[in-house]
């Protein structure tokens, strides 16, 4: 589940804050690929406090090569009860 307005608490977060409850996805704007992103291994490439809207400048489509990708920002699925 994506939600409207997330870029609001993404456009500071830091990677660390969204570790345990929200997914991180990479859309590409050129084929609509998605493809989920690992939030341990972006934290030791960049390092916990990296700003989460500075990885759409890393990003780059596997399937087409595009550069034109955004980082979306997800709710993790949780169990309720």
């Known amino acids: ?9 993404v456009s500071a977060a830091p990677l660390r ?9 990479a859309l590409c704007h050129g084929c609509y690929y998605t493809k989920t992103l690992d939030h341990e291994a972006l934290i030791n490439r960049y390092g ?4 989460i809207p500075e990885l759409n400048t890393k990003l780059r489509c596997t399937r087409c090569g595009s550069r034109d990708c955004k980082v979306q920002v997800g709710v993790r699925n ?3 009860g």
Do not use: K
């Not at 916990?48 to 700003?51: A, K």
């Open 17 to 25: 804050q969204i570790r345990d409850r929200y997914i991180l996805r």
């Open 48 to 51: 916990e406090n990296y700003p």
């Open 78 to 80: 949780v169990p309720y």
């Open 1 to 9: 589940m994506f939600l409207a307005g997330m870029e609001i608490i």
